[in-house]
């Protein structure tokens, strides 16, 4: 069956191609929203901010990591691989959004934290429901 896209993955890809010609941080909202035929209300409804965006296309990304390790079907080594993999295959992307953002709302700022929080909070998730064991 064919999904929808989500206005968040829509503004994502509009953004993910712009980047790819375009540093992170010479994009507009305006140029993001042009690109995929929204308003910058739709934007401004979904996201803060173009990083907020970015930081969204990562944990988004990272979705499925989580989602298999919390049901056992990875271990800690296979998810980091996976992770490594998204970023080396995305690489020009990821590269651009940390080379062109900086100080406390640069990428890494931006998603690290998340990225940490999130992954402490499944891991906990999946040890309470004992789907990993506690002595990992």
């Known amino acids: 069956m064919i999904r929808k896209k989500t ?3 829509i503004l994502g890809e ?3 191609e712009l980047a790819a010609t375009k540093a992170v941080d010479k994009i507009t909202i305006k140029e ?3 690109n995929c035929g929204l308003s910058s209300a739709t934007f401004y409804r979904h996201f803060q901010d173009k990083l907020e965006l970015i930081a969204w296309i990562f944990n988004y990304q990272m979705e499925d990591i989580f989602m298999d390790f ?3 079907a ?3 080594r296979q998810a980091v691989f996976d992770l490594v993999s998204i970023l080396a295959n995305d690489r020009g992307f990821y590269q651009n959004a ?3 953002t900086d100080g ?3 990428f890494f700022f931006s998603t690290y934290p998340l990225f940490c929080q999130e992954a402490c909070h499944r891991t906990v998730m999946c040890i309470d ?3 990993i064991p506690r002595n990992l």
């Open 14 to 16: 509009s953004i993910h």
């Open 70 to 72: 919390c049901e056992g």
């Open 98 to 100: 940390l080379k062109h």
């Open 104 to 106: 406390p709302n640069s």
């Open 129 to 131: 429901s004992k789907k």
């Open 32 to 34: 993001i929203v042009d």
């Open 7 to 9: 206005t968040k993955e």
């Open 74 to 76: 990875e271990t800690w």
